[in-house]
């Protein structure tokens, strides 16, 4: 038991050191060299060591600048964490912004992106439709990847993003006629391990792809001091977005394939007095219905 105990606070130690204190340090020694520097010697590294050399002198005697290192080392640590805690929770707009989830003041703006994306993936639609009729069979598969691309379902929301998290819900509804806001709980409980460990690992990955865009965003307004953080931080924002982008993409798959493999599971265990099983989709709303109670 000691064993596994010590085990765990070493894994969690090394998140812990990996999520906060590196980027923190990071960041913190580059906010640093923008305070020092600033836009006008961006890249004098003589006066950076000049200056650093007035903070932390070399030439101080015991007494006086080991207890000043210590404070200087302490609030190091300090900023850093506190610095990857305000990136943390940076990651949750970075999220809702990826995903289309826009607020009050660009409402319109999100509606005329999904407006001009359901129109997009209309005529897309209408053409795999149009080749589907005429028996056209070598165009299917390309003009169905061109609407795919778009958007999986009918657009929803203003991003790709925000339509790819969406659609599991939306193809687990028209197929087995089940909501899967009520459904996913009671799913994972049976999920078997095999099945829980890859879907974890996608919405780790979903959250660190947010995480560093929240990284972005400091990076960014840290370029109003000094301007090389700026490009810092485009390029931590665009690298962001895409890995958000391929991690939406897995996670989402994962979800609606373990609906598909683990449903008829989960449904066997709410049967009529016969055993029997009411047909798709009837049954799926009779289980949605009991998962709601009344909501």
């Not at 089940?178 to 709980?185: A, Y």
């Amino acid at each position: 038991m000691n064993t596994f105990v010590t085990e765990i606070g070493k894994k969690l130690a090394e998140r812990w050191v990996a999520l906060l204190v590196l980027p923190g340090l990071l960041f913190t020694a580059t906010a640093t060299v923008a305070a020092l520097l600033g836009h006008r010697h961006w890249a004098d590294l003589p006066l950076l060591g000049q200056r650093v050399g007035q903070l932390v002198p070399v030439d101080a005697g015991a007494s006086a600048g080991l207890p000043r290192t210590v404070v200087l080392l302490v609030v190091l640590l300090v900023v850093s964490v506190s610095t990857a805690l305000l990136a943390n929770a940076l990651a949750t707009p970075v999220e809702h912004a990826l995903a289309g989830r826009w607020p009050p003041p660009l409402r319109g703006l999100a509606r005329a992106c999904t407006r001009r994306r359901r129109a997009a993936w209309t005529r897309a639609n209408e053409e795999w439709e149009r080749a589907s009729n005429a028996g056209e069979r070598d165009r299917l598969a390309e003009l169905a990847a061109r609407r795919n691309r778009i958007a999986l379902i009918e657009p929803i929301n203003a991003t790709w993003v925000g339509d790819r998290l969406d659609a599991p819900t939306v193809r687990v509804h028209q197929e087995y006629g089940v909501d899967l806001t009520f459904l996913w709980p009671r799913l994972w409980l049976l999920l078997p391990e095999s099945s829980r460990t890859p879907l974890a690992d996608a919405r780790q990955q979903l959250d660190d792809a947010a995480r560093l865009g929240g990284w972005a965003l400091l990076y960014l307004a840290l370029g109003a001091v000094w301007w090389p953080s700026a490009i810092i931080g485009l390029v931590a924002g665009l690298v962001g977005r895409q890995r958000y982008r391929s991690a939406a993409d897995v996670y989402a798959g994962l979800v609606e394939a373990a609906v598909d493999v683990h449903l008829e599971e989960l449904v066997s265990r709410f049967t009529d007095g016969q055993g029997v099983r009411p047909t798709r989709p009837h049954w799926g709303r009779q289980i949605t219905e009991r998962f709601r109670k009344g909501m």
